[in-house]
C-alpha cells in the first residue's frame, strides 16, 4: 500500500510553454501533498505544500505565479509550471502524507516527473 | 535553519562489505531523523527513521543510531549486497511535516 504515482514521467517542451505535472496517491487519502525540486548531483528542495482545498503554501523563492499548485482531491495535486524557460528544467517529485499517529506522517513519495525545456 | 549534510558520493564497495555513510545535522529542538533510498526509476522509500536520542533505527539489515552529543545519524550495514545500490538520503522534520534533505550518496555495490 501507500503507493504515490506521477505523470506524466518525463515531459520535452518549448520555452514559454506551460507544462502541468499530476500526483496521485493510489490507495490512500492524502492529508497532505508536497512538491520537490531536485537539480542533479543535488538534494530535494521543498517548494510547497498543499492541502486539499486550500491554497498551496510556498517556500521562501519559489514564485507561486510560476509553480500553480492545485489539490482539488484527497488524492490528486498537480503542478504546472507556467511560462517554462530552460532553468526551469529539473527533476520534480511529489509525496503525499497520511494520518499514521504520533508526531510523523510519513511521507510517500512519487517516481518523479523529468521536465527538460528547450 | 535547519540543515543535513551527508558524505559526499559516489562510494563504491565490493558485495559483503562493510558500509558506513556519514550523516550529520544541525537543527534546534529535537528532531526526527530518517533515512530515505531511491532504487533506480523509484521515488524515495523510508528506510529507517529514529525519532529521539540514543533511538537505533532499522531495516533491511541497515542501521542508524541518534547520536545528539554528535548529532549524527550514521547509515551502516554489515554485509552489503548489490541490490543495496541505490541513492540514500539523510533527512530531518522538526515535527512538522517539511522534511530538510540531505544532497544524497550514490551507493553502487559490485559483484
Known amino acids: 500500500g501507500a503507493v504515490v504515482s506521477q505523470h506524466p514521467s518525463w515531459v520535452i517542451c518549448k520555452s514559454g510553454t506551460s507544462v502541468k505535472i499530476e500526483c496521485r496517491s493510489l490507495?490512500?487519502?492524502?492529508?497532505?501533498m508536497f512538491w520537490y525540486r531536485q537539480f542533479p548531483k543535488q538534494s530535494l528542495m521543498l517548494m510547497a505544500t498543499?492541502?486539499?482545498?486550500?491554497?498551496?503554501?510556498?517556500e521562501q523563492g519559489v514564485e507561486k505565479d510560476k509553480f500553480l499548485i492545485n489539490h482539488a482531491s484527497l488524492t490528486l495535486s498537480t503542478l504546472t509550471v507556467t511560462s517554462a524557460h530552460p532553468e526551469d528544467s529539473s527533476f520534480y517529485i511529489c509525496?503525499?502524507?497520511?494520518?499514521?499517529?504520533?508526531?510523523?506522517?510519513?511521507?510517500?513519495f512519487g517516481p518523479g516527473t523529468r521536465l527538460t525545456v528547450l | 535553519g535547519d540543515s543535513v549534510t551527508q558524505m559526499e558520493g559516489p562510494v563504491t564497495l565490493s558485495e559483503e562489505a562493510f558500509l558506513t555513510i556519514n550523516c550529520t545535522y544541525t537543527?534546534?529542538?529535537?528532531?526526527?531523523l530518517f533515512w530515505y533510498v531511491q532504487y533506480p526509476g523509484e521515488g524515495l522509500q523510508l528506510l529507517l527513521k529514529?525519532?529521539?536520542?540514543?533511538d537505533k533505527g532499522s531495516n533491511k539489515g541497515f542501521e542508524a543510531t541518534y547520536r545528539k552529543e554528535t548529532t549524527s545519524f550514521h547509515l551502516e550495514k554489515g554485509s552489503v549486497q548489490v541490490s543495496d545500490s541505490a541513492v540514500y538520503f539523510c533527512?530531518?522534520?522538526?515535527?512538522?511535516?517539511?522534511?530538510?534533505f540531505g544532497q544524497g550518496t550514490r551507493l553502487t555495490i559490485n559483484p
Open positions: 533527512a530531518l522534520t522538526q515535527g512538522a511535516q517539511k522534511l530538510v
Open positions: 498543499s492541502n486539499e482545498g486550500s491554497k498551496a503554501t510556498y
Open positions: 537543527a534546534t529542538g529535537y528532531p526526527s
Open positions: 509525496s503525499a502524507s497520511r494520518l499514521a499517529g504520533g508526531s510523523y506522517n510519513e511521507q510517500f
Open positions: 490507495d490512500f487519502q492524502a492529508t497532505t
Open positions: 529514529a525519532t529521539k536520542a540514543d
